[in-house]
């Protein structure tokens, strides 16, 4: 479940530049360029209450405006306020059984990993 069910944006009021979710905290980082300084309509995002299990309720932090949670259908509106890139965090107390409290990809390599795999194959 992990792979495919995670926070993301749904609409964006403006054009967005960043969003990304970091499995290992739970957390969702998201930034976007507005199309104007306040808009009526909200920058909307799913948020599966699968991250937020066991009472671990969304810590919600924006750089503007105001928010909703509408928990029943999954979704955090925001209204921002301002014309300069906005941004979004949300984090969760909930932790993954294994998962480490961070994760370091800088040594990792694909290729590597292919060539290690391979190279255990044996053709009987």
């Not at 530049?17 to 300084?37: G, N, Q, W, Y």
């Not at 921002?80 to 906005?86: L, P, R």
């Not at 984090?91 to 294994?98: F, I, K, M, P, Q």
Request: charged share 20%; aromatic share 14%; with cysteine.
């Amino acid at each position: 479940m992990e792979a495919f069910v995670r926070p993301s944006p749904v609409a964006t009021a403006g054009t967005p530049i960043s969003h990304v979710f970091d499995l290992a905290d739970c957390s969702f980082h998201m930034k976007f360029l507005p199309t104007r300084e306040s808009d009526e309509n909200p920058t909307e995002i799913f948020i599966p209450d699968y991250f937020f299990r066991g009472g671990a309720e969304p810590e919600i932090s924006v750089s503007s405006g105001r928010w909703v949670m509408l928990r029943h259908v999954q979704i955090l509106r925001w209204w921002h306020d301002g014309s300069g890139e906005q941004s979004l965090t949300i984090a969760s107390g909930y932790r993954h059984v294994g998962m480490s409290e961070s994760v370091d990809d800088s040594d990792y390599y694909l290729g590597e990993w292919w060539a290690q795999l391979y190279s255990r194959c044996v053709i009987l």
